[in-house]
C-alpha cells in the first residue's frame, strides 16, 4: 500500500509530495469499508493546498488529494449497506492520492459500477460547482445568455454542457488563443482582452446577459462585468491570475453590476440531505449516460504524482489530471 505524503507546503507544489509506503491494519474496523482507490484527480485546489494558498489547510503530515472514487474490497462484520465490489464516492477531503483507505461506511455514496471511474472521479467537485453557479444566483431561462471566463478549465466544459442541457446558451471567454479549442463547443468562444464587452455585444447581437462567471480576477473581471445587463450578477470563484477581482466604480454604481463570491463547500455546508441527493443524482446521472464529461489530458500512477502534480499546475495544461492509485 502506498500514499503521496507531505509534510511541509512550498512553492513549488510537486517539490513538497512524495510517495511513501504504509499499512493497515488486517481486519477492517468495526461500522467501515475498505476501498481500493481508483481514481482521483489533481484540482486546482490540491496545488494551492500543497503551496499554503487554499482557504483551508489540513494538518501536517497530510496526504494529497480531495476527491475520487474506489472499489469496495472488504467489508467490517457489522456492514451490510454495501457490497464487495462496489462503486463508491469518497469523502471529500479524506486523502485521496492512496492506494487503499478504510473508510466508515455511511460516509461511502454508491455509484454506477458501469460507469468510467475516471469521470466519476470528478463528481463532487467541479460539475457541482458548475451546476450551482448557474442556478443559484440569477433566475435564468431556457434560450438567456450566461458568460463566464476560464471556459477551458473543467468547471468550464462542465457548465457549457449543463448550459445546454438546461437550454441556456453561453460566452466563453479564454485567456490564450490556444485554448480556444476547448471553448468552441460552446455557442460562443472568445479570448479576452480590454475590448471584451464590443465583442460580445457583436456577437450576441447585444443581449442582456444577466449572469457572468469569473474564475481568473484581476482584469478579468473588469472585462466580465463590463459585458453585463444593468443589474447583472457577477459571481467569482477562483483567481487563476492570482490577482485580486477588479471591478470599477462606474460598474458597480452607476450599472448596479454585483460581485459577489462562491465556494461548493460553503454549499455544501448549508445544503439540507435532500438538496445534496438531488444535486448528485442529477450530476451522476449524465456522467454515467455520457452527457457530461471532463476533458482528460492524462492520468498517472501514483508513483509519478511529482509528474502529476507539476502537469496540473502547468498554464498550458489542456484538460483534467487524474491520478489511478492502483494502476
Known amino acids: 500500500m502506498r500514499k503521496s505524503q507531505y509534510s511541509e507546503r512550498g512553492p513549488v507544489p510537486q517539490d513538497v509530495i512524495d510517495v511513501v509506503d504504509f499499512q493497515l491494519p488486517d481486519t477492517v474496523p468495526p461500522g467501515h469499508a475498505r476501498v481500493e482507490v481508483l481514481a482521483a484527480p489533481v484540482n486546482p485546489s490540491d496545488v494551492l493546498t500543497l503551496t499554503g494558498q487554499?482557504?483551508?489547510?489540513?494538518?501536517?503530515?497530510?496526504?494529497?488529494?480531495?476527491?475520487?472514487?474506489?472499489?469496495?474490497?472488504?467489508?467490517?462484520?457489522?456492514?451490510?449497506?454495501?457490497?464487495?465490489?462496489?462503486?463508491?464516492?469518497?469523502?471529500?477531503?479524506?486523502?485521496?492520492?492512496?492506494?487503499?483507505?478504510?473508510?466508515?461506511?455511511?460516509?461511502?455514496?454508491?455509484?454506477?459500477?458501469?460507469?468510467?471511474?475516471?469521470?466519476?472521479?470528478?463528481?463532487?467537485?467541479?460539475?457541482?460547482?458548475?451546476?450551482?453557479?448557474?442556478?443559484?444566483?440569477?433566475?435564468?431561462?431556457?434560450?438567456?445568455?450566461?458568460?463566464?471566463?476560464?471556459?477551458?478549465?473543467?468547471?468550464?466544459?462542465?457548465?457549457?454542457?449543463?448550459?445546454?442541457?438546461?437550454?441556456?446558451?453561453?460566452v466563453n471567454v479564454v485567456r490564450r488563443a490556444s485554448a480556444l479549442d476547448d471553448a468552441v463547443r460552446g455557442d460562443i468562444a472568445l479570448v479576452d482582452g480590454p475590448d471584451l464587452a464590443q465583442r460580445v455585444r457583436e456577437a450576441t447581437g447585444n443581449a442582456d446577459i444577466r449572469l457572468g462567471i469569473d474564475a481568473v480576477g484581476g482584469e478579468a473581471t473588469e472585462h466580465l462585468g463590463a459585458c453585463l445587463a444593468h443589474g447583472g450578477q457577477l459571481v467569482n470563484y477562483g483567481a487563476m491570475s492570482g490577482q485580486a477581482c477588479q471591478l470599477s466604480p462606474k460598474a458597480l454604481i452607476f450599472r448596479?453590476?454585483?460581485?459577489?463570491?462562491?465556494?461548493?463547500?460553503?454549499?455544501?455546508?448549508?445544503?439540507?440531505?435532500?438538496?445534496?441527493?438531488?444535486?448528485?443524482?442529477?450530476?451522476?446521472?449524465?456522467?454515467?449516460?455520457?452527457t457530461l464529461s471532463a476533458k482528460?489530458?492524462?492520468?498517472?500512477?501514483?508513483?509519478?504524482?511529482?509528474?502529476?502534480?507539476?502537469?496540473?499546475?502547468?498554464?498550458?495544461?489542456?484538460?483534467?489530471?487524474?491520478?489511478?492509485?492502483n494502476a
Not at 89 to 117: F, K, M, Y
Not at 272 to 281: D, H, I, K, T, V
Open 54 to 170: 487554499y482557504g483551508i489547510l489540513p494538518p501536517l503530515p497530510a496526504v494529497g488529494g480531495n476527491e475520487g472514487v474506489g472499489r469496495v474490497i472488504a467489508l467490517a462484520d457489522d456492514v451490510s449497506t454495501l457490497a464487495m465490489g462496489q462503486t463508491v464516492l469518497l469523502p471529500l477531503g479524506c486523502g485521496t492520492w492512496i492506494s487503499h483507505l478504510d473508510l466508515p461506511a455511511r460516509q461511502l455514496v454508491t455509484l454506477p459500477n458501469e460507469a468510467d471511474p475516471v469521470q466519476l472521479a470528478m463528481l463532487t467537485v467541479n460539475p457541482p460547482t458548475a451546476s450551482l453557479l448557474i442556478s443559484e444566483f440569477v433566475d435564468l431561462r431556457a434560450g438567456d445568455w450566461v458568460i463566464q471566463n476560464a471556459a477551458n478549465s473543467a468547471v468550464g466544459g462542465y457548465l457549457i454542457d449543463l448550459a445546454k442541457l438546461r437550454g441556456l446558451r453561453t
Open 256 to 290: 448596479a453590476i454585483t460581485l459577489r463570491g462562491f465556494w461548493v463547500s460553503s454549499w455544501f455546508k448549508s445544503a439540507s440531505p435532500e438538496q445534496r441527493a438531488r444535486l448528485f443524482g442529477e450530476l451522476t446521472a449524465a456522467i454515467a449516460n455520457g
Open 296 to 325: 482528460i489530458q492524462a492520468t498517472y500512477p501514483l508513483a509519478r504524482i511529482k509528474d502529476a502534480v507539476e502537469a496540473a499546475a502547468s498554464g498550458e495544461r489542456s484538460g483534467k489530471v487524474v491520478v489511478l492509485p
